[in-house]
């Protein structure tokens, strides 16, 4: 969990591009370059533990291509690719149930009763905490939900949850609808963070200023750690602290950081965190939620839902109804674990465990940093009216993004959307005209890049 410092400090992705480039005597656009980041791709191996989509069975692919039997596949940032083990691990999870029925809770492979204890480690790997400060359950939205039961306590006067204005749909809905359960009015107590005029990006200073300004009267900051749509990573370091200072809880939506940047909930006091594990965790659509709360809180009474799964473990089962609360964010868990899905969630941080997420920033400051030298190289002459302009949304700073990059085309997307998906490339489109696309460094290659702004520049010229 020790922070060092970043390989790459100090530098941007271009820099080193263009130095590794000269070095080897070629041109960024050669083919030649990218078949040289690729043998010099120490993570090159995990693709292999992926199922990735062929041309020939992917929808909407209409291709024949001698060279490739794969898509491209930048869509990690919505549903991660499957792990080729899932399947018979899922597999010797439902024998275990049809063969030791009941006692499938005590033994076997993955046993009910203990299973998501055996992901926790994991997890807490990926998200810089103990293991005692982290669960998975439900989904995001609904834990969401249940630790705002604990960390949304508003009064008269302290009643505002801060959030930005273009949270996702379901953040959004989430806070408006626990401020209605308590009795306040939206409009008064949904406080937004707001981008500038004609900018996309919010100016951290401009988080902490409302932070300084408003605080008094917030309850609650609820952020996410990189939004859904820019790809912009918010310094929850920076935010935590100020909220901290005038008094309010400080929670994030992990969905976009987690597998993707590197975290460190524990050190920087973060009070609460909820994520999904079916984006860079690739546990599959749907999948379970992961639940962060700081160990500060781990003896503290605070209001929350409670079901038999809150109960300490080694006394749950006598029943008594007099709760015995198991310790800190244990307490949230309501329900019984599902091992078919936690087996998922297992597989999935167990890749983790044999990397590391600094290992694959590091890939990721080329990965996407290529990503973005050719987006550059072809499509940001504004002069040449004859060719459409992609301007890279995301922040430049490669600190203040994860691997997605999200593009706004000058010109409508659904012509070139349709034209790149017949060509294999996956990704996905924010109607009129922004493309998110995420090279994962887990599982995606140098290759994968050149192909897709290769599909992107024949798709922009017929
Ligand atoms: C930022 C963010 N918040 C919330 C959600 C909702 O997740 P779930 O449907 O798992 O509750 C998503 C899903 O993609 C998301 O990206």
Redesign the pocket.
Known sequence: MAETVFKYEGSTPEQVLAELAAKCGLLLTEVGFYQYLDSQDELAHFRDQFSFPKLTTSPGVECDDAENENCVYFCGN?LGLQPKSTKEHVQKVLENWEINNISCHVMGHLPGITCDNYVRDGMANLVGSSQEEVVVMN????N?HLLMVSFYQPTKKRHKILLEEH??P??HYIVMSQIQQRGFDPEDSMLFVKARPDEELIHIDDILDLIEKEGDSIALIML?GVQ?FTGQVFNMEEITAAGHRKGCYVGF?L??AVGNIELYLNKWEVDFACW?T??YLNSGP?CL?GAFVHKKFAKTKMPKFLGWWSHKESTRFEMSNDLDFSCGVESYRISNPPPPLLVACILASEIFDQTSVRQLREKSFLLTGYLECLLKHYFSDISDSTTATVEILTPANFSDRGCQLSLRFSCSLKEVAEKMTKKGMIFDIRQPNVMRVAPVPLYCSFHDVYRFVNALREALST
Request: proline share 5%; aromatic share 16%.
């Open positions: 919505s989904g995001l939205s609904v969401l949270a996702f379901s953040d996410p859904y939506d969905a976009h999904c079916y984006k749907g939620g």
